[in-house]
């Protein structure tokens, strides 16, 4: 994937990680943070802004910094970065709205050859997971490195 | 002059290295211990329970790997 994306820091175990987006509305710290669910070897990928008075992450915030392809190639960059280092994890993604994940649809679609060889892909519709497919609406996604 | 032109490819080979670096997949990624205060809170705490929720519903699909 050839995108811009922004510097990453993260702390050693890769789970968060820290970049700042720049754009008309200023500098935007950003945190994305795997997160461990229920389940074994399952995390829950999640990424919102970072108040940097209060030190709160909101997730439903609209930036509008004129960069959201940036930032979502910063973010599939995470998802690198982290299935890397704990190369047998799920990650589960979804939008915070109906309008997010159809834009992280539309994003995963774009460049789903380069996704694909390096990870499976699943796409939950009606309270199914299925192979994903371009052009089907979907509620969240899974994805799973590949054996090397 | 000879050792200019050698340090000045030297430079621009570095640079070209670190463009493609910056371009690949795996990104780089510096480590700042400073975040290691949010590794065990958890950010997203209704995501993380609208999650929990749909996977105790719907389950996993079949992995390939563990397949």
Not at chain 1, 50 to 58: R, S
Not at chain 1, 75 to 87: C, R
Not at chain 1, 104 to 130: A, H, N, P, S, V
Not at chain 2, 41 to 52: D, S
Request: hydrophobic share 35%; proline share 2%.
């Amino acid at each position: 994937m050839k995108l811009e994306r922004y510097e990453l820091k993260a702390e050693p175990s890769l789970t968060v990680f820290e970049f700042v987006s720049e754009g008309p509305k200023g500098k935007i710290t950003k945190l994305v943070q795997f997160g461990e669910t229920n389940f074994k070897d399952l995390y829950n990928l999640a990424f919102g802004d970072k108040d940097l008075i209060t030190g709160e992450i909101d997730d439903s915030v609209i930036s509008n910094n004129d960069d959201s392809d940036k930032v979502l190639a910063t973010v599939v960059a995470t998802v690198y970065a982290f299935t890397d280092k704990h190369s047998d994890v799920w990650v589960y993604a979804t939008g915070s709205t109906r309008s997010r994940t159809r834009l992280y649809r539309m994003g995963l679609t774009k460049y789903l050859t380069e996704i694909l060889e390096e990870f499976d892909l699943f796409g939950q519709k009606k309270g199914e997971w299925e192979v994903f497919k371009k052009g089907v609406e979907y509620d969240a996604f899974l994805c799973q490195r590949k054996n090397d | 002059m000879m050792h200019f032109f050698v340090k000045e490819k030297m430079i621009k080979f570095a640079y070209m290295k670190i463009k493609e670096l910056n371009k690949s997949k795996l990104p780089i990624v510096r480590i700042d211990n400073s975040l290691e205060k949010y590794k065990n809170q958890i950010l997203f705490k209704g995501k993380l329970e609208k999650a929990n929720e749909m996977l105790r519903t719907v389950g996993l699909p079949k992995s390939k790997k563990h397949a």
